[in-house]
């Protein structure tokens, strides 16, 4: 059975950082392809970064330039470092492994950009 576990969330003043943590379980994670969405309060869940299985990368414009999305086999796990956080990014944020047209999602972690 495939398990994905989020952590990292939490408190950081506006312009600080934080990474996130998407770990998987239960399949051959250097097959994945990890994706990150967040989603506040009445809306929708929106994609802002995602790395294929041959690690490349894209990001939401909201988030280019300030997060990177890495993945690390070894670890089976996948990190989102987010810098230069902004009120903004307050948000929920939620990871998605994918293979071969199933998609696998974590519980979530709460992120507050607040002073």
């Known amino acids: 059975q495939v398990q994905v576990v989020e952590s990292g969330g939490g408190l950081v003043q506006p312009g600080g950082s934080l990474i996130l943590s998407c770990a998987a379980s239960?399949?051959?994670?250097?097959?994945?392809?990890i994706s990150w969405y967040r989603q506040g309060t009445g809306r929708q869940r929106d994609l802002i970064a995602v790395?294929?299985?041959?690690?490349?990368?894209t990001y939401a414009d909201s988030v280019k330039g300030r997060f990177t999305l890495s993945k690390h086999n070894a670890e089976n796990t996948a990190f989102l470092q987010m810098n230069s956080l902004r009120p903004e990014d307050t948000d929920d944020y939620y990871c998605?492994?994918?293979?071969?047209?199933?998609?696998?999602w974590g519980q979530g972690t709460r992120v507050t950009v607040s002073s």
């Open positions: 998605k492994a994918s293979r071969a047209g199933r998609a696998y």
């Open positions: 239960g399949v051959s994670f250097s097959t994945l392809t």
């Open positions: 790395i294929t299985a041959e690690e490349i990368t």
